[in-house]
C-alpha cells in the first residue's frame, strides 16, 4: 500500500454531505439518481447543474425544511494526518417562498457541531488539499469544529423565458484543539453564483452559470501558560521548517472561479437528455506573517478542473425506466515554494466514468425497484521533486447500487438500499484491492395535509487486505421534517 499511499498523499477526496432535506429519498433508496425519477435529481440546469437561474422553474412550492442529522466515522484505513473519526451533529434549515410573477426565493441555513478524534499532529482542518504544506505540532488530540452555513438565492423570469438567479452562501467555522499547542482556528467561506437560462422551448435549454469562492482558514498556536509552541512546517513530506514562539499564526488562502454551462433537451415525451461542463481555475497560497502588518507568501498551488457529465433518461415502458450517465474529469494541481521559486509537486488526476441503470415499477404491488452499475477508468501521475518520488497509477474501479420502495398506504412508504464497490487502486488513501459497501434504509409519511416527514440511515464500510487488515466505517441518519406552507 506505501507506494501509492506516499505519492498521492496530499489530494483531498472531496465527500460532500448536502444536508438539503430532498435527498431522504435517494439516499434511502441506496444512492440511486439516474436510474429512478426524481423531482428533486432531474436533469433540469438547476438540479443537475447548479445553476439558480432554474431555481423558478424547478421549485414550485412554497414549503419549509427541518432536516437534524447525526454522523460518526472510525478506522483505522486513514492517511498519516487523518483523524481515528469524527462526531457531527447539525440541523438544517431550508425555505422556498414563491413571490408569484416576481420570482422565487430560497433560504438555507445549518449548524454544526463536530468533534474530529486523536488528529495526528496536524493543525489544519483538511490537511489534504493538494498544496504539498502540512503545518503540524508534536502532539495528537481532539479537535472541536462548530459554526452556521446560511445561504440565499433568489431566481426570476426577467423577460418571456430568459430566466436569472443569484445566490450566496456565507460559512465559518471555529476549531480548537486542546493539547500543547491549544491551536485556534477560524475557517471562513464566502461564495457567489449568477447564472442565466433561456428556454428556446419547453424540450430544449440552455443555461450557464458563473460561481466564485474565496476560502481562508487562519491557525493561531499559543500556550496558555504564556510558554513557547513548537510547530513545523512541512514542505513535501520529509523537509520542514521549524518554528517557535509564544503565538504561531499562518493563513492559507484561497479563490476559485467556476464557469458552467448546461443543456437539457427532451426530444420526446419519452426520452430526456442534459449534459453540463465545467471549468474550474483556483489558486491556493500559504501566508506567514513577516510583521503585525504584512503577511508573505511562502507557498503557492494552482489547480485546474475540467468537468464533464451527461445524463440520459428513456421511458421504455410504462413501468420501465432506462438511465445512462457519462463523465470525464481531470485536475491537475503544482505547488510552488515561493521564497525560493522552487517547483515541489506537480500532480494530476483524469477520471472517465460511465453507468447504465433501470427502474421498474410493478402493477401488483405498489413497489419501485432500480439498480445502478457504473465503471470508471483512473489514471493518476505524480511528480514529488521535493521528496525526489515519481509514480504513474491506472486502476479500474467499479459500482453497483440497488434500491427499493414500497408504498403501505397512501403516501406512506418504506425504503432501502445496497451498494457495492471495488477499486483496484484508491490512489487518494492508498489501498488496493479496496471493497466498499454502503446499506440504507428509509421512510417517508404524511403526517397532514401540510406536514410530511422523511427519514433515513446510512451504514457505510470501506476496507483493504492489501498490507494488514485495514477498515473504515460510517454512520449516518437524518430526518426532515417539511411543512407545505409558512
Known amino acids: 500500500m506505501n507506494r501509492v499511499k506516499y505519492i498521492f498523499f496530499g489530494i483531498l477526496t472531496f465527500s460532500v454531505i448536502n444536508l438539503y432535506p430532498q435527498i431522504n429519498r435517494v439516499m434511502g433508496m441506496g444512492g440511486l439518481t439516474y436510474a429512478i425519477t426524481d423531482i428533486d435529481y432531474s436533469l433540469t440546469p438547476y438540479n443537475f447543474g447548479g445553476n439558480p437561474a432554474w431555481i423558478v422553474v424547478d421549485e414550485e412550492e412554497t414549503l419549509l425544511d427541518i432536516t437534524p442529522n447525526f454522523q460518526n466515522s472510525w478506522g483505522n484505513y486513514r492517511r498519516m494526518y487523518d483523524s481515528e473519526g469524527a462526531i457531527n451533529y447539525g440541523t438544517a434549515f431550508k425555505g422556498v417562498k414563491r413571490l408569484s410573477s416576481k420570482g422565487t426565493f430560497v433560504g438555507f441555513t445549518s ?34 469544529y462548530t459554526g452556521p452555513v446560511v445561504g440565499l438565492t433568489y431566481s426570476w423570469e426577467m423577460f418571456n423565458d430568459l430566466f436569472i438567479g443569484v445566490s450566496g452562501t456565507y460559512q465559518i467555522t471555529d476549531g480548537l484543539k486542546q493539547v500543547y499547542t491549544n491551536a485556534q482556528s477560524i475557517f471562513r467561506e464566502v461564495s457567489i453564483n449568477a447564472g442565466l437560462a433561456y428556454r428556446l422551448s419547453n424540450d430544449f435549454v440552455i443555461a450557464s452559470n458563473i460561481k466564485y469562492s474565496d476560502f481562508q482558514e487562519t491557525i493561531e498556536a499559543k500556550d496558555v501558560n504564556l510558554l513557547d509552541v513548537e510547530v513545523y512546517n512541512y514542505k513535501g513530506d520529509t523537509y520542514f521548517i521549524g518554528k517557535r514562539g509564544s503565538s504561531v499564526t499562518q493563513k492559507l488562502n484561497k479563490k476559485r472561479f467556476e464557469y458552467r454551462g448546461q443543456v437539457y433537451v427532451k426530444p420526446t415525451e419519452k426520452l430526456s437528455f442534459a449534459i453540463i461542463g465545467n471549468i474550474i481555475p483556483e489558486i491556493a497560497k500559504v501566508l506567514v506573517p513577516q510583521n503585525s502588518l504584512i503577511d508573505v507568501e511562502e507557498v503557492y498551488t494552482d489547480f485546474y478542473t475540467i468537468d464533464i457529465q451527461a445524463k440520459s433518461q428513456y421511458q421504455l415502458f410504462e413501468n420501465t425506466l432506462l438511465g445512462l450517465k457519462v463523465g470525464y474529469n481531470n485536475k491537475n494541481g503544482w505547488s510552488n515554494n515561493s521564497k525560493k521559486n522552487l517547483l515541489m509537486w506537480d500532480w494530476n488526476i483524469s477520471d472517465f466514468y460511465y453507468g447504465l441503470g433501470t427502474s421498474y415499477k410493478f402493477d401488483f404491488i405498489p413497489m419501485l425497484i432500480g439498480a445502478e452499475f457504473e465503471i470508471s477508468s483512473i489514471k493518476a501521475d505524480s511528480s514529488k521533486y521535493i521528496d525526489s518520488r515519481f509514480t504513474n ?48 434504509a428509509g421512510f417517508g409519511f404524511r403526517l397532514s395535509s401540510a406536514i410530511y416527514v422523511n427519514a433515513n440511515v446510512q451504514y457505510r464500510k470501506v ?24
Open 111 to 144: 449548524y454544526n457541531y463536530e468533534v474530529v478524534r486523536n488528529l495526528y499532529r496536524t493543525l489544519r482542518k483538511d490537511a489534504y488539499t493538494g498544496e504539498a504544506y502540512y503545518m503540524i505540532d508534536t502532539t495528537q488530540g481532539d479537535f472541536r
Open 393 to 440: 497509477v491506472s486502476a479500474s474501479n467499479n459500482r453497483i447500487r440497488v434500491g427499493a420502495e414500497y408504498e403501505l398506504f397512501e403516501d406512506h412508504f418504506i425504503r432501502a438500499g445496497f451498494n457495492y464497490g471495488n477499486d483496484e487502486v484508491d490512489v487518494l488513501y492508498g489501498g488496493s484491492d479496496v471493497k466498499k459497501l454502503g446499506v440504507s
Open 463 to 486: 476496507s483493504t487486505e492489501y498490507g494488514g487488515s485495514l477498515s473504515r466505517g460510517g454512520l449516518s441518519s437524518f430526518i426532515t421534517l417539511r411543512l407545505n406552507t409558512f
